[in-house]
């Protein structure tokens, strides 16, 4: 019945409303999966109003997106290579889980689910606050990291070794390549494209990310990438006039 799926709808939120993630999660994984191929588990209600089907979308990413930056601490790795592997190793989803979580929630309708539009906003400020301050912290730490190592990124994870270490070698065998660039595709995207690319890359990983070179602008990254490095820095090219 509709009263009963309301129900278990307001508990969810008011999971999300204590910062109860787990919980929040418990009530929306079952509703959102599949149970086998060509079947699924979601409820009547959620097959005949596609909002509700929505909502519970915005709750599984919301609890995820608290979970991850729950578990992923206060304290930041002390190195490049520390900050690096913490990354890739698991922390990149807490940006997958954001931009998801930014993409619903400008889409959900926030009147047919909340009674009172309060706890929309209740749910939504602490989220907001919640990765302002995770994001807030890495970037004030990354800083501070930067200045005390003077900006010197290992030289198996700098961008500048890129040509070096991943065109070069394929260039030696006189074959054709192709190198495409696509600027500002972050790595949590990178991710995604990997998993949709699985089938296609002969169980080859496909993926290996890099720390970008500083400012992180276009035409410091881009130029970064190409062979202009010389025993570790960059050598630039000037024109006649300097």
């Known amino acids: ?12 939120l008011a999971a999300l409303r204590t910062s109860e993630w787990n919980r ?26 596609p909002a509700r089907e929505l909502i519970w979308k915005w709750i599984e990413v919301t609890a995820r997106l608290g979970r991850e930056i729950r578990n992923s601490g206060e304290a930041m790795p002390a190195s490049f290579r520390a900050i690096y592997e913490t990354y890739v190793s698991g922390e990149w989803k807490i940006d997958r ?9 400008n889409s959900i309708t926030t009147q047919t689910f909340f009674r009172n ?24 730490a990354w800083n501070t990291l930067c200045v005390k190592e003077r900006f010197a990124v290992p030289e198996g994870l700098s961008q500048r070794g890129f040509f ?42 496909i993926l290996s990310p890099m720390l970008a070179e500083l400012p992180t602008i276009t035409a410091v990254g881009m130029n970064a ?15 006649k006039t300097g």
């Open 1 to 12: 019945f509709r009263f009963e799926s309301n129900i278990i709808l307001d508990a969810a």
């Open 24 to 49: 929040a999660l418990a009530f929306a994984e079952p509703r959102l999966s599949e149970e086998a191929p060509g079947e699924s588990s979601r409820t009547f209600w959620l097959k005949q109003e």
């Open 97 to 105: 889980y954001h931009r998801e979580y930014r993409i619903l929630t």
């Open 117 to 140: 539009i309060g706890d929309y906003f209740s749910i939504r400020n602490t989220m907001n606050r919640l990765y302002r301050s995770w994001a807030d912290g890495r970037s004030r």
């Open 164 to 205: 070096g270490r991943s065109v070069a070698p394929l260039l030696q065998g006189k074959r054709k390549t192709a190198l495409i660039l696509v600027d500002a595709l972050r790595y949590e995207l990178g991710e995604e494209l990997a998993r949709m690319l699985a089938d296609y890359a002969n169980g080859q990983k």
């Open 225 to 239: 990438l190409m062979p202009v490095e010389q025993e570790g820095t960059l050598d630039p090219v000037f024109d």
